[in-house]
Nanobody
Framework: QVQLVESGGELVQAGDSLRLSCAASGRSFSFYNMGWFRQAPGKEREFVAAIAWIGGGTYYADSVKGRFTISRDNPKNTVYLQMNGLRPEDTAVYYC??????????????????WGKGTLVTVSS
């Protein structure tokens, strides 16, 4: 079992950078693929980024590629999302996710096993 707690969301201006953190509890963190999804008001939850536990391969949605970077620190049981060049359309609640299968980090995110409660990122223009 994995429990996830996100932090780092706040109100920023367009063009700013922000780093989200997700602290995981559980002894098997290093064996989980980790990722981020987001949900804007009135929209479906969508995939943002993922990092595999085998090999550390990373995957990104086209909308954030080149601006966001996902990373993980297994000894600290933490995954990060570095967000640069933020845009108003990045405004959303960002959710941390964990799953044994990398394939679930896509749209729609119905098969993901573990979710955090989310952290709000608001980007003003």
């Amino acid at each position: 079992q994995v429990q996830l707690v996100e932090s780092g969301g706040e109100l920023v201006q367009a063009g700013d950078s922000l780093r989200l953190s997700c602290a995981a509890s559980g002894r098997s963190f290093s064996f989980y693929n980790m990722g981020w999804f987001r949900q804007a008001p009135g929209k479906e939850r969508e995939f943002v980024a993922a990092i595999a536990w085998i090999g550390g391969g990373t995957y990104y949605a086209d909308s954030v590629k080149g601006r966001f970077t996902i990373s993980r620190d297994n000894p600290k049981n933490t995954v990060y999302l570095q967000m640069n060049g933020l845009r108003p359309e990045d405004t959303a609640v960002y959710y941390c996710a964990a799953d044994r299968s990398i394939g679930v980090f896509s749209n729609p995110p119905y098969a993901v096993d573990h979710w955090g409660k989310g952290t709000l990122v608001t980007v003003s223009s």
